[in-house]
């Protein structure tokens, strides 16, 4: 089974800037898609963006659009979410997450029991 290894996160100021990285043990088939959900204390994992990998197309959470852009690299099985414009309410635990199966909507997308194969989390913090 393929396995997930989040870095990037970190603690930036309002307005600053952080890159995430998610890192695939296998070769991920265009079959799949991966996705980044964020968790803070006291509430389930919500999502925030995720990629189909072979078509490359993109998903995001209204909170992030305009701000987070996702990508891949297909070559090194790697995942990149860049956080700009980074708010307060943008912190927490990041999880990697990557399943069997492409995504038509953002809708189904987000939906957590969908997804089967998650990273350990990377924590980020925005504060001044």
């Known amino acids: 089974q393929v396995q997930l290894e989040e870095g990037g996160g970190g603690w930036a100021q309002p307005g600053g800037s952080l890159r995430l990285t998610c890192g695939a043990s296998a070769r991920a088939s265009n079959r799949f898609a991966m996705a980044w959900f964020r968790q803070v204390p006291g509430s389930d994992r919500t999502f925030v963006s995720g990629?189909?990998?072979?078509?490359?197309?993109?998903f995001y959470a209204e909170s992030v659009r305009g701000r987070f852009t996702l990508s891949r690299d297909t070559a090194q099985n790697t995942m990149y979410l860049q956080m700009n414009s980074l708010k307060p309410e943008d912190t927490g635990v990041y999880y990697c997450?990557?399943?069997?199966?492409?995504?038509?909507?953002?809708?189904?997308?987000?939906?957590?029991?969908?997804?089967?194969?998650w990273g350990q989390g990377t924590q980020v913090t925005v504060s001044s």
């Open positions: 997450a990557t399943v069997g199966r492409q995504f038509a909507t953002r809708t189904t997308m987000s939906v957590l029991a969908s997804w089967d194969t």
């Open positions: 990629i189909n990998w072979g078509t490359g197309g993109t």
